[in-house]
């Protein structure tokens, strides 16, 4: 056997090169086994999930917008509605044919065209997994200091330029090392990973939350401040707030079919989505606000990172209850930012980079590399060298709207539910997904135009003076780049026709039927699936293999 077969992942025997290409264990249909993830699963991710240094301080730019405490929460509140039933939209095929992002990619870029998509968003996890693992650092920084205040003191030895300390990369390197143990577990066993920070961090949150108040005698001044701004500055102060909550959630809306693969039921990954997630940002964001605004209080200033806020708590000698209590708020912390990390970035990079180089990768190796890549890119560097680098990374992640856009009209509206579950992994001619050459210009199309309406004033969001009215469609991006994508791929699908287009709305795998391109409806085929919609849901690994 040569080095090449030793670093292969498990396969299906007897494949060819072009299948292996296509197909590995963790990119054909979810096996009924593996599919765990129960509707109060999809809840605690979601609480989990929204438990995170960004989440807490979400509302601090839009107060600097001079939008008052109520107006920038029902930001939070509008924003995170708007884009939960996006997210579940996306999520459904994933639920019903057990299948990921990279995979649902191919329905409407092709078999190879969807290489982009996955590539794009895989190098976004990558890069986010060190920017999250940076923010971990900081989190693990307060708890030690907790424990051994003389942790502060610890003598650097590290040259000025490597852009950290000896105690900051210690506290940054110890976060990336926990982390890794939890990259080892498959998808259908993390769900209890976030099981517990559901239930660890908002105990911490809700603590965090009471000793504030009555540390400060009361909930601070950003309570009683009004809005600075009034009518249309205040109209588009309110837009880019709850656009940014949007914005901030494009890339999970992309991969939503990667969790909702293993839903037990397609309803699992529906209702519980559909409001655990306003729920819960928006409850998180509120603990930020009063939070921030005792701290006022406390130190003449709002202090709106909670991690900034628990290192004063440890200044000027504090007591050993007071330090007891940084102590367990930076612990929930840590746990929140290494569940955030798996949930948007470890998971994601890992479907996506598996389908880059199937043969090779799996979920859990795509996962190492993405801490790996985390770790080189040294990304304290990035983070202190650019004030704009994470609001151009937030800006570049709302093009991902644009993949959704067409991804969600071809499931809807183009073929309307039916999936050929075995052209997904062969490159046959007359596949579904080949398209021209496993391209589809159709989606590619649709994809770029979603982004020509918005690079003008994503050029603004990067520090470039742009015309008003670019950068007011690019604060309306979410929806300029995902409407533009979705309209042109309608018409380029009415002039242009592929294979499989139906008119009735029905949710099954239509692999090994004929289709007849002159009848759409094909009654017969809809007879010969009169069992459950979610048919798809009931492909074992072992058929969903012999189909590749």
């Not at 940054?172 to 239930?199: D, E, G, M, N, V």
């Amino acid at each position: 056997m040569g080095i090449l077969e030793k670093l292969e992942v498990p396969h299906a025997p007897g494949l060819t090169y072009s299948q292996m290409f296509l197909s590995n264990n963790d990119l054909v249909p979810v096996p009924p086994e593996e599919r765990k993830w129960k509707a109060r699963n999809f809840v605690s991710f979601w609480i989990a999930d929204s438990f995170n240094v960004n989440t807490w301080m979400i509302v601090s730019s839009m107060v600097q917008l001079k939008l008052s405490w109520w107006q920038a929460w029902l930001c939070v509140w509008l924003g995170y509605g708007i884009v939960a039933p996006f997210i579940v939209l996306n999520a459904r095929p994933g639920a019903i044919f057990h299948v990921t992002f990279p995979v649902v990619a191919r329905t409407s870029f092709g078999l190879y065209g969807s290489l982009w998509c996955t590539f794009n968003r895989g190098v976004m996890a990558c890069i986010w997994y060190g920017v999250q693992a940076s923010i971990g650092g900081d989190c693990v920084k307060v708890m030690l200091r907790a424990m051994w205040p003389s942790v502060n003191d610890i003598p650097n030895h590290l040259p000025a330029s490597s852009g950290t300390t000896t105690r900051d990369f210690m506290c940054f390197f110890l976060f990336w090392l926990i982390s890794l143990p939890a990259i080892w577990f498959p998808i259908h066993q993390i769900r209890h990973l976030f099981t517990l920070k559901s239930i660890v961090t908002p105990i911490a949150g809700i603590t965090f939350f009471i000793w504030c108040i009555v540390k400060a005698k009361g909930v601070g001044p950003i309570i009683s401040r009004p809005s600075e701004i009034h009518g249309s500055e205040l109209g588009w102060a309110m837009v880019v707030s709850l656009m940014s909550c949007i914005s901030n959630m494009a890339t999970l809306v992309t991969n939503a079919p990667d969790f909702a693969s293993r839903a037990t039921t397609p309803s699992a990954a529906l209702w519980p989505q559909f409001f655990s997630v306003p729920i819960s940002f928006s409850v998180v964001s509120f603990l930020g606000i009063i939070v921030s605004s005792s701290s006022e209080n406390i130190y003449g200033e709002a202090i709106w990172s909670p991690i900034d806020l628990l290192g004063k708590f440890l200044d000027d000698g504090p007591s050993s209850a007071t330090r007891f209590g940084v102590w367990f708020i930076s612990f929930a912390f840590i746990i929140a930012q290494l569940g955030t990390n798996i949930s948007a970035n470890s998971i994601s990079a890992g479907c996506d980079l598996t389908s880059l180089l199937p043969r090779f990768i799996n979920i859990r190796r795509g996962g190492y590399i993405a801490a790996i890549v985390g770790l080189c890119m040294l990304p304290w560097n990035l983070l202190k060298s650019s004030s704009s680098f994470t609001s151009y990374l937030s800006a570049y992640s709302v093009f991902l709207s644009s993949i959704a856009g067409v991804m969600i009209t071809e499931y809807y509206v183009i073929r309307r539910g039916h999936y050929n579950v075995a052209d997904l992994y062969d490159a046959h001619k007359g596949g579904w997904y080949k398209y021209t050459y496993g391209i589809n210009f159709r989606a590619y199309a649709a994809y770029i135009a979603g982004i020509l309406i918005n690079v003008v004033g994503f050029a603004g969001a990067t520090g470039r003076t742009v015309p008003l009215a670019a950068t007011r469609i690019y604060q309306m991006s979410f929806f300029t780049g995902f409407g533009v994508s979705a309209l042109i791929y309608i018409i380029l699908n009415k002039i242009f026709p592929v294979p499989g287009v139906y008119t009735k709305f029905e949710e099954i795998d239509v692999s090994g039927m004929v289709y007849d391109e002159h009848s759409p409806e094909h009654d017969s085929r809809q007879n010969d699936s009169e069992h459950d919609t979610a048919s798809a849901s009931e492909i074992d690994s072992k058929d969903s293999k012999s189909k590749i």
